[in-house]
């Protein structure tokens, strides 16, 4: 299983500028020398590894790079002012991939690292520089040389910061769909994910990543159904989402009950993740009858529930400020106690 982001990008440093023929002339001196400057060096790509940045997702508005040319030379021996470098932030642990050579340029796996991608070219030289005791007015300047162009794959290995769990059919795979560019297969019975899909869904400028594995029923430690072999997806989560079908008429706090035990089977620790636990599908009358019952329910055990339908998407977008709200919290525990495990406290 792998969980990568991948984007392919082209980028193109600045060109070199040309250098210039120009001759000194002045009113009293009338053999003025050449005085072409040299054209300054076009701007580098750079990519800067940012440990505020959690996916490529920028990458899919922005498929080329490029940095600025150097100027051309001047008269009076005036250099052209290089290209600014273009400083590209790309999220820790990103991995370049050369796709005209194949090979693996780079692996940005440090806050703040940097690397140039794509080299700007030289500026070339003004005639100013080719005057000799022989030539005294060379008509001659170089080009400058042009920037570097390449094809790149950038990778990055994604942690979810997000789980979904529930039972089959609970509408997981319709959330993540939902809130994210992910398009799993979505359909009416059980089972319908049998690996775990990836979703990065954008709240302001951060990217949480979600990932939606397979349902859980009862027994699924023991085998039943898919197993629990999936949650192992979700060790390193950061928050578990708790999907509980309204729509089905069978008792919404057994459902709960049964799935957190199968999460305690597989690791203790899970369910102590913070975790945000959601009502499903209530555009459907049924489901939105029973609702303020089962939040009363749910209360009376400590629970708050908040209730979304994945298709009509109402209440999708609180729901998600919420998981990014939880997230950063949970992200900021984490960093105080690099002690613990992160897991946080019991819901
Ligand atoms: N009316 C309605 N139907 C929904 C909603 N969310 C999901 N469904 C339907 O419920 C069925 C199951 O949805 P999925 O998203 O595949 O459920 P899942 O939890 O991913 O299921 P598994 O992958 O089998 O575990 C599909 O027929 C969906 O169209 C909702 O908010 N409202
Ligand atoms: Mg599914």
Redesign the pocket.
């Known amino acids: 299983m792998k969980f990568v982001d991948e984007v392919k990008i082209s980028v193109k440093a600045g060109d070199g500028g040309r250098g210039c023929i120009a001759f000194l002339r002045e009113k009293y001196r009338p053999y003025g020398g050449p005085s072409g400057g040299d054209g300054g060096r076009g701007g580098d790509v750079v990519f800067r590894a940012d440990g505020g940045l959690g996916s490529l997702l920028d990458f899919r508005y922005q498929r080329h790079i490029e940095a600025k040319r150097g100027e051309h030379g001047r008269g009076k021996e005036q250099a052209g002012a290089s290209g600014a470098p273009r400083i590209v932030h790309v999220p820790v642990g990103t991995c370049v991939i050369d796709l005209d050579h194949d090979t693996v340029t780079a692996d940005l796996d440090r806050d703040g690292i940097e690397v140039v991608v794509a080299k700007g070219g030289r500026g070339g030289r003004g005639n100013a520089r080719f005057a000799t005791s022989t030539n005294q007015a060379p008509r001659r300047a170089d080009p400058g040389e042009p920037g570097e162009a390449r094809t790149l794959r950038l990778e990055l290995k994604l942690l979810a910061d997000v789980g979904l769990v529930?039972y089959?059919?609970?509408?997981?795979?319709?959330?993540i769909a939902a809130v994210s560019a992910a398009r799993?297969?979505?359909?009416?019975?059980?089972?319908?994910?049998l690996v775990p899909n990836l979703g990065v869904a954008r709240v302001d400028d951060d990217a949480i990543v979600i990932a939606?594995i397979?349902?859980l029923i009862e027994g699924a430690h023991e085998g039943a159904g898919l197993g629990i072999r999936f949650l192992k997806h979700l060790a390193r989560t950061a928050v578990l989402v708790h999907?509980i079908d309204l729509?089905d008429p069978a008792d919404p706090w057994e459902a709960y009950t049964a799935v957190t035990h199968e999460l305690s089977c597989f690791d203790e620790a899970m369910t102590r993740k913070p975790q945000i636990v959601v009502a499903?599908?209530?555009?459907?009358t049924e489901a939105r009858e029973r609702f303020d019952e089962t939040v009363r329910v749910f209360a009376t055990h400590g629970i708050s529930l908040t209730g979304?339908?994945?298709?009509?998407g109402d209440g999708v977008k609180t729901l998600l400020r919420h998981i990014a709200k939880t997230v950063h919290a949970a992200r900021r525990t984490a960093a105080e106690e690099p002690s613990t495990d992160g897991a946080g406290a019991k819901h």
Do not use: E, Q, W
Request: no cysteine; charged share 20%.
């Open positions: 529930g089959p059919n609970a509408g997981k795979s319709t959330l799993p297969r979505i359909a009416d019975y059980p089972f319908t994910t939606d397979p349902g999907l729509a499903t599908k209530l555009d459907v979304v339908s994945g298709v009509t």
